[in-house]
């Protein structure tokens, strides 16, 4: 049996399909005007956070310095791409069918936040400066 569309169900869906484009066009503004926000960790902890750099991985990204980019915040590549599955996902879900671009495995996503915790940790030891940012 076909799965019948209601509007009002999916209207939020419709609404954020057509910000998302806005917000990364105002993003992608700001990336380019050299706007660059402290991180509160930092200032107030002296500490690394996981996001620490993904301005600048982000800025190196739309310039096309991919290496850069990883070298300052590798998470900054894996949200940019995750992010995009995820808006063309849902753009799919709601114009046409449903279809699975992200994994749907529980364990990916452990993993994933595994990933980012251990990468907060070695970041802030001196052993593994390289983590740092510049």
Do not use: D
């Not at 990468?119 to 510049?134: G, Q």
């Amino acid at each position: 049996m076909k799965k019948k569309f209601l509007f009002k169900e999916n209207i939020w869906r419709l609404v954020l399909l057509c910000l998302a484009p806005l917000v990364i066009v105002a993003g992608v503004v700001v990336l380019k005007s050299g706007f660059a926000m402290k991180c509160p960790f930092y200032v107030h902890l002296g500490i690394l956070c996981p996001g620490c750099g993904m301005t600048r991985a982000l800025r190196a990204l739309l310039s096309g310095q991919f290496w850069e980019s990883i070298l300052l915040n590798p998470f900054a590549l894996l949200a940019t791409v995750l992010g995009i599955l995820l808006y063309v996902e849902q753009w799919f879900r709601f114009f046409l069918k449903e279809v699975h671009l992200l994994p749907r495995n529980k364990w990916f996503y452990i993993i994933l936040c595994s990933c980012l915790l251990l990468y907060w940790v070695l970041r802030n030891i001196p052993l593994f400066s390289f983590l740092s940012i510049a």
